[in-house]
C-alpha cells in the first residue's frame, strides 16, 4: 500500500443486492451460485480472547460494518502470529507494521487509525506451512512490505535451502522464483539483531499450527500458539505438501490472525468437484458433472469468482473472472441459447427488482453506490484522506438514498 492506494472493499453484502440485467432463467444462478460460503480450512478455538480471522480483521481496518465493532486489543502484547503468508496475511503485517502517519493518509476506518495510533505490537510472525518457494504471496505484495521504513526482517538461512524439487518449482513459475529472490535478498541484506525501536518481522516457514495457548496470568487470552515442524513431500514440483515431523515448538504472542485460506462448499443442487472445491464450469458455464465434457452444459446457468476457480487471485483476477463469465453469458443470448421454453418475454431486469421486493431485499443500484462513494470522498477531503469511509448500514443507505 503506497501513499493513497486504496483499501476500499464491498460494504454491501446481503441483504443489499446491486441489480444487474439478470434473466429469468438465471433465478438459480442468483439464488444458489452466487452465495459462496467462505469456510476456514484451519479451525480452533474461537473462545479465546485475541484469536481473530484475518478477514475480521481486514474488514475492521476496512470500515466494513459487520467488521467495526471487532476491537482487537493491541495494547496488551507487543507480538502477533499470523498463519499464513498469502496476500491477505501480508497486507494485515503491513498494517500492523507501517507507521501510521503513512495510514493516516489512506482511506483506512479512522476508528482504525486511532486503536492503531496507540498500538504495542512491534513484532509480526509469519508462519507458513512449507517452504519460500511454496509462499502464496505475490511479489508486488511482497515488495511493498519490504518497504516499510526502519523494518528489520528476519528469515532463518536454513528455510532458504532449495532442494531439487524446489529448483525445478521455480524454473516453471515466475512468481514463484520472483518471490523466492525477494526473500533471499531481504535475509542477504538483513542486520544480525533488530536496532532499538525498529518494528520486526519475521517469516517462518515449515511450521504448521497444532493448537492455540492460553495464558495462565490472563484467563481466556491466547498467550501462544503451539506449532508442529514440517517437512515436504509430494510426487513433484507443484505438488509438494507439507507433513507433522513429530517436532514441535511453540511461540509466544497475544494476538493470533488466521489467513490460512478459504474452501467454497457444496450448494445443493448443483455439481460439485470437492478435490478443487469449485463448481465444475468451463469458461462460467455449470456442466452437470465434473467430468469436463462441454457438451454437458447446464443451459442458462453460470458461476463466478471463488465457486468458478478456487480461493486464488486478486481484484485484477475478480475482473478478468467476471468478465469471461458474462463473455459466457452474452454469447449465449446471442446464439438463442437462453431463449424461453414457453415463448413468452422474460421479464429481465424487471422481473429481478419484483424477485427481490417480494422477498424483503431492497436493492443498491449502482447510482445510489455513486452518491455513497462521493459523499466518502467529500468526508476525506476534509481530512486529506482519499475517502472517509461510512462505516455502519444506517449511514450507507442514508446517504444512498
Avoid at 476534509?382 to 448500514?393: C, F, G, I, V
Wanted: aromatic residues 8%; glycine residues 8%.
Amino acid at each position: 500500500m503506497k501513499g493513497a492506494r486504496s483499501l476500499e472493499m464491498s460494504r454491501l453484502d446481503p441483504p443489499f443486492l446491486y441489480p444487474s440485467f439478470v434473466s429469468s432463467t438465471m433465478w438459480l444462478c442468483l439464488h444458489m451460485v452466487l452465495k459462496v460460503i467462505e469456510l476456514l480450512v484451519y479451525q480452533e478455538k474461537y473462545d479465546l480472547i485475541g484469536v481473530h480471522s484475518a478477514r475480521e480483521f481486514v474488514w475492521w481496518y476496512n470500515g466494513h460494518p459487520d467488521g467495526k465493532n471487532l476491537s482487537p486489543d493491541l495494547k496488551s502484547t507487543d507480538t502477533a502470529v499470523i498463519l499464513g503468508q498469502g496476500n491477505v496475511a501480508l497486507d494485515v503485517a503491513r498494517i500492523l507494521l507501517r507507521p501510521t502517519e503513512e495510514l493516516a493518509t489512506t482511506d483506512i476506518a479512522s476508528y482504525a487509525w486511532t486503536a492503531l495510533e496507540g498500538s504495542s505490537i512491534r513484532k509480526v510472525y509469519l508462519v507458513g506451512r512449507r517452504g519460500p518457494v511454496q509462499a502464496a504471496c505475490t511479489a508486488k505484495e511482497l515488495r511493498e512490505i519490504l518497504g516499510i521504513k526502519n523494518l528489520y526482517v528476519h528469515i532463518r538461512e536454513d528455510d532458504l535451502i532449495k532442494s531439487p524439487t524446489d529448483e525445478e518449482e521455480m524454473k516453471n513459475s515466475r512468481i514463484q522464483r520472483r518471490v523466492y529472490e525477494l526473500l533471499s535478498k531481504a535475509a542477504a541484506s538483513a542486520s544480525s539483531q533488530p536496532m532499538l525501536g525498529q518494528r520486526e518481522l519475521h517469516f517462518v516457514f515449515f511450521r504448521k499450527p497444532d493448537s492455540f495457548l492460553e495464558s495462565n496470568e490472563r484467563s481466556g487470552h491466547v498467550s501462544g500458539v503451539h506449532f508442529e515442524k514440517t517437512a515436504l513431500k509430494g510426487g513433484g514440483p507443484g505438488k509438494q505438501y507439507a507433513v507433522g515431523t513429530g517436532e514441535f515448538e511453540d511461540l509466544d504472542c497475544g494476538m493470533v490472525l488466521k489467513s490460512i485460506g478459504y474452501k467454497s462448499v457444496p450448494v445443493n443442487g448443483l455439481p460439485f468437484d470437492n478435490h478443487k472445491g469449485i463448481v465444475p464450469n468451463i469458461r462460467g458455464r455449470v456442466l452437470k458433472n465434473i467430468s469436463g465434457d462441454s457438451s454437458q452444459v447446464e443451459n442458462g446457468l453460470y458461476v463466478c469468482g471463488w465457486l468458478k476457480r478456487g480461493p486464488t487471485g486478486i481484484i485484477a483476477t475478480n475482473l478478468y473472472c467476471a468478465e469471461e463469465t458474462v463473455a459466457s453469458i452474452s454469447e449465449d443470448l446471442e446464439q438463442g441459447v437462453l431463449a424461453s421454453s414457453s415463448g413468452l418475454p422474460k421479464p429481465g431486469r424487471e422481473g429481478l427488482l419484483q424477485l427481490l421486493d417480494n422477498r424483503n431485499v431492497r436493492p443498491v443500484p449502482f447510482s445510489a453506490w455513486e452518491k455513497i462513494d462521493s459523499e466518502e470522498k467529500r468526508l476525506g477531503s476534509l481530512r486529506n484522506k482519499p475517502k472517509e469511509k461510512l462505516t455502519t448500514y444506517e449511514d450507507l443507505l442514508k446517504v444512498a438514498t
